[in-house]
């Protein structure tokens, strides 16, 4: 909860049923936080529903990096070889504020691509820096959007969505 005081009392402000994802435990999520665009870990607040998802997919990827997966090229896959994404995570960023309403980032409350990130039922993904991560990517598009239900790249970013 956000304390808020207002006319000598403090009122307590939070977007019903959002929960804070720093509160549960995975082994291959990154909560993207410290960067110009993602400066604060207030921004990782979701629907429990979507955070079960996210809970999934971080069982799932674990899974698939030991079971090999990102360990050569897929030949489905248009971008290329990868290399294996040893000690990578899911780069998991921007899902809601827990009292919801817009981001804002660089001084920016209107930016049009975080305008769904309100209502904590969606979240984005980065790439990997540095490294090919062709098949990591190609794996987050395919089985990621299974496991979600809903997604749309970006380029740089994923969007998944419930």
């Known amino acids: 909860m956000v304390g808020v005081r207002i006319f000598n009392f403090n009122l307590d402000v939070k977007y019903p049923g959002l929960v804070d994802l ?12 410290n960067d110009p665009y993602h400066p604060s870990k207030v921004s990782h607040y979701g629907k429990i529903q979507l955070v079960r998802k996210i809970l999934e997919l971080d069982e799932a990827f674990g899974k698939a ?6 360990d050569e090229t897929n030949p489905k896959d248009p971008e290329g070889p990868c290399l294996r994404p040893d000690k990578k995570k899911i780069l998991l960023n921007d899902m809601s504020l827990p009292w ?53 790249d970006e380029g740089k970013v994923l969007h998944f969505y419930i």
């Open 22 to 33: 720093h509160n549960y435990s995975y082994k291959h999520l990154n909560l993207f936080t």
């Open 65 to 70: 990096l030991n079971e090999g997966a990102f």
């Open 100 to 152: 919801g309403g817009l981001f804002k980032q660089n001084g920016d409350i209107s930016r049009k691509e975080h305008n769904q990130h309100r209502w904590g039922d969606c979240f984005d993904i980065s790439r990997l820096k540095g490294g090919e991560d062709a098949l990591y990517w190609y794996w987050l598009k395919t089985e990621g959007k299974k496991i979600v239900g809903n997604m749309y």
